[in-house]
């Protein structure tokens, strides 16, 4: 069974620092997404990451997959207040699996003046 | 373009009743995924329809079903409702087996049982 872990869950931060989350999971899988949710709304997309070294930047955010380490990681450079919200790592799978994917627990990002 | 589109927003039932919500995808999405969004559980997936057939359900209870019409629209249906069933239920619509692989998702019904 595919199982998907994120780490920190629970995240303060400073405004202008630098952190990252860690997204691990447990078998191989053909794609690793990123998504960023606001309190009480959906899931919006940030990164879809397919093959071994990708990384995408999108402003204040960088996104990168290891495959061989089931890694990925979001790092957040210079964060401001606006970053605060949770973010989802999920994975999804090919063949018949393709349309389920698998979620991370969240990390729950606060950044602070 | 449209972005997805879920119906009813906002829901209010009682136990033992059932519920079906609407899920309108991106035009041209042949894809759609339902995932049940829950403090305690987070995340999980429900099922998703491809060209109207079931192509993967999650670990669910039967009381959970769903279709999808040659629109793509796709429904899901919650008979029997119990108390643990108040979540958020989220569709995302994607292309299908094809690049650029992006779910996109629908702003979510709530549902809240009494």
């Known amino acids: 069974e595919l199982k998907v872990e994120q780490n920190p869950l629970f995240l303060s931060m400073q405004e202008g620092k630098n952190y990252t989350i860690y997204c691990n999971y447990s078998?191989?899988?053909?794609?690793l997404y990123w998504y960023r949710q606001d309190p009480g709304k959906s899931l919006e997309s940030l990164f879809v990451l397919l093959s071994n070294g990708a990384v995408k930047q999108e402003g204040r955010l960088m996104a990168s997959l290891d495959t061989k380490a089931r890694l990925s990681t979001l790092h957040i450079t210079a964060a401001v207040h606006d970053l605060s919200a949770t973010y989802f790592c999920a994975v999804g799978r090919g063949g018949t699996s393709y349309g389920k994917l698998t979620f991370g627990q969240g990390t729950i990002l606060t950044v602070h003046p | 373009k449209a972005g997805v589109t879920q119906t009813p927003r906002y829901l209010i039932k009682t136990r033992g009743q059932q519920v079906t919500l609407s899920c309108s995808p991106i035009?041209?999405?042949?894809?759609v995924s339902w995932y049940q969004q829950t403090p305690g559980q987070g995340l999980q997936f429900l099922f998703e329809?491809?060209?109207?057939?079931?192509?993967n359900k999650g670990n669910f209870p039967g009381r959970f079903s769903g279709r999808q019409f040659s629109n793509s629209r796709s429904e899901m249906n919650v008979s029997t409702l119990e108390l643990g069933d108040s979540a958020l239920y989220l569709c995302?619509?994607?292309?299908?087996?094809?690049?650029?692989?992006?779910?996109?998702f629908g702003p979510g019904t709530r549902l809240t049982v009494t």
């Open positions: 329809y491809f060209s109207e057939t079931q192509r």
């Open positions: 035009s041209g999405h042949r894809s």
């Open positions: 995302a619509s994607s292309l299908g087996q094809t690049q650029p692989y992006e779910q996109y």
């Open positions: 078998t191989t899988s053909d794609r």
